[in-house]
């Protein structure tokens, strides 16, 4: 069984994002869309909102499992029996950091392959930051994240 890992602070989750999950949902038996707990983040919404808020964005993917989890990423993959770790790429700027992470990730743990996924074009542009800001000035972020977001959105923000 192909068990990947999609890890990520979710703050929150854009369509680029669901993007990725529902591609890497066609290639694994398994995805377990993994929630950081970052202490170098001081997210907008709680640990349990973000794992909610994917969880009613991926009601149709049927592999697909949210989760949440503190500590270092390798560690969590051993645990659920993951040995994938799949990562967005949206501009060669995510590389420098994605590259640098997935070779340390390797050198803790040999057997647990990262996977890029290049991000859809129409996303290529996207952030959870972006979004953020965007619905603090008032703007329409409806095409940017799921319907279940944008009214969470208005509320947080």
């Given at each position: 069984m192909?068990?990947?890992?999609?890890?990520?602070?979710?703050?929150?989750?854009?369509?680029?994002?669901?993007?990725?999950?529902?591609?890497?949902?066609?290639?694994?038996?398994?995805?377990?869309?993994?929630?950081?707990?970052?202490?170098?983040?001081?997210?907008?919404?709680?640990?349990?909102?973000?794992?909610?808020?994917?969880?009613?964005?991926?009601?149709?993917?049927?592999?697909?499992?949210?989760?949440?989890?503190?500590?270092?990423l390798?560690?969590?993959?051993?645990?659920?029996?993951?040995?994938?770790?799949?990562?967005?790429?949206r501009?060669?700027?995510?590389?420098?950091?994605?590259?640098?992470?997935?070779?340390?990730?390797?050198?803790?743990?040999?057997?647990?392959?990262?996977?890029?996924?290049?991000?859809?074009?129409?996303?290529?542009?996207?952030?959870?930051?972006?979004?953020?800001?965007?619905?603090?000035?008032?703007?329409?972020?409806?095409?940017?994240?799921?319907?279940?977001?944008?009214?969470?959105?208005?509320?947080?923000?």
């Amino acid at each position: 069984m192909k068990v990947a890992i999609y890890p990520g602070s979710f703050d929150p989750v854009t369509n680029g994002h669901i993007d990725i999950i529902s591609r890497a949902a066609t290639l694994f038996d398994k995805v377990i869309v993994a929630v950081i707990r970052n202490p170098d983040k001081t997210p907008k919404f709680s640990l349990d909102d973000r794992v909610d808020m994917l969880k009613a964005s991926l009601k149709k993917d049927r592999n697909v499992v949210v989760d949440s989890f503190d500590g270092l990423l390798v560690d969590y993959a051993k645990k659920k029996k993951a040995n994938i770790i799949v990562r967005g790429l949206r501009a060669v700027s995510d590389f420098d950091y994605e590259f640098q992470m997935a070779l340390t990730n390797r050198k803790m743990a040999p057997n647990i392959e990262t996977i890029f996924f290049m991000t859809d074009y129409k996303y290529s542009y996207l952030s959870s930051s972006f979004v953020k800001q965007i619905a603090h000035f008032g703007g329409d972020v409806s095409e940017l994240v799921p319907p279940a977001i944008c009214q969470k959105l208005k509320i947080k923000i």
